[in-house]
């Protein structure tokens, strides 16, 4: 029976890695709540490290936000990402866990990496300045897992998303993601018989999603590769690997589709004069798919199901 800790279950992601950890028969799941155990607590997070004997780390807590919030806060943003990862990584190694899955994001590439984004386009130019802080913590993340892999011959592995969504997401109003935020708008839109929804922007940059329980998926399997197939497809300075589906859409083509999925069958007019961000940003996942795993779930349904969760949950989204 393994004991294997997952750091912010409470969250999007760290929520369905537990789901699907459930089902297994061989495991026991490992969690607390910010009440119980103070990530940003040096010595807490280490003793309690010290005193489970943890087989399995999957460290899936951070602080994130979007735009404004990493605007507004770019020192709660790298402090308490820097200090969460600093404990738990060197926490893990102290306590003698040899298995550790950090969950990073694509935040960590250059604004102008070329497209798809290989993993080598790590530290090859410029991040995009809205949420830097937070991207060099999350590079931070990926180099201490790779360095107490070189020095001490732990098995520390990275993984990074592209765009995630589906259960547990953050359908709040305004500072929720583009999919959180469509389906709230659109569903509302239709409960009050509006006859148009304005999109920002052109609809013309290109977006690539991933379901989180893809993301889930595609995280425990990472996590339980055989070392030797890791290492032959992985470098020991640049292990980190990109998860997503490898396709993307408009974002015309999202719109249009969460409009479907909600049932609204009114106007949709997209306003040219709000910014449109980077015209692409695409993962690379052919190293995810030399190690033998790729996405399940196709964009439609994920979005079906994540507008049933919400339907399920709404009374917790109101203003």
Known sequence: MKNIFVAGHRGMVGSAIVRQLLKLSDVNVITRGRDELDLLDQVAVHDFLASEKIDQVYLAAAK??????????????????LTIQNNIIHGAHLAGVQDLLFLGSSCIYPKLAPQPMTESALLTGTLEPTNEPYAIAKIAGIKMCESYNRQYGRNYRS?????????????????????????RRFHEAKLNGDAQVIAWGSGKPMREFLHVDDMAAA????????????????????????????????IRELVETVAKVVGFEGEIIFDATKPDGAPRKLMDVSRLRALGWSASIELTQGLQATYQWFLANQQNFRK
Do not use: K, R, W
């Open 159 to 183: 993984v990074m998303p592209t765009n995630l969504y589906g259960e547990n997401d953050n359908f709040h109003p305004e500072n929720s993601h583009v999919i959180p935020a469509l389906l």
């Open 64 to 81: 994130v936000g979007g735009i404004v919030a990493n605007n507004t806060y770019p020192a709660d943003f790298i402090y308490q990402n």
């Open 219 to 250: 995280s425990i399997y990472v996590m339980n590769l055989q070392q030797a197939i890791y290492d032959a497809n992985t470098e020991p300075m640049l292990s980190h690997i990109n998860v997503g589906t490898g396709v993307d859409c408009t």
